[in-house]
């Protein structure tokens, strides 16, 4: 008789709850051996927060600041996992977005409470994708 592991039946919104205190070589060189879900969970999550793969952030984060470069859009769909409500949050850093002030919208989020509430891992890479404008 073959034992369940309690993470085989985790919801997979939990899963990903972990996975965003992770920072993403934690999620591909260690999440990934936890057991054989997660293996198949690690790439996936990989795609999500590095390629903004994930449809509904993604498309959140076009409607709150619609024609940003890749990286910034990058970084707006990984604060937008948390949901659109998350991201609309941010009154101030859409407005330098939209003004293409990249080191004020990077300022702004670096000075939030979500930063704070993130790995600061998680929270640099977001800054640093803004502050580029690209």
């Not at 690690?42 to 409607?63: K, L, V």
């Not at 330098?96 to 000075?111: F, G, H, P, Y």
Request: with cysteine; proline share 4%; aromatic share 10%.
């Amino acid at each position: 008789m073959e034992s369940t592991s309690p993470f085989q039946t985790l919801p997979v919104e939990l899963i990903y709850r972990m996975l965003d205190l992770l920072d993403a070589k934690d999620i591909l060189f260690s999440f990934g051996h936890v057991c054989r879900r997660f293996y198949t969970i690690a790439p996936q999550a990989t795609d999500i927060f590095n390629n903004g793969n994930y449809p509904e952030a993604s498309s959140c984060a076009s409607t709150y600041a619609p024609g940003m470069p890749t990286s910034v859009h990058a970084a707006l769909t990984d604060i937008a996992f948390a949901g659109c409500g998350t991201l609309n949050q941010f009154v101030k850093m859409k407005a330098a977005l939209v003004a293409k002030q990249w080191k004020t919208a990077s300022d702004e989020l670096k000075s939030s409470k979500w930063c704070t509430d993130v790995k600061s891992t998680r929270c640099g890479l977001d800054v640093a994708c803004i502050a580029s404008g690209k």
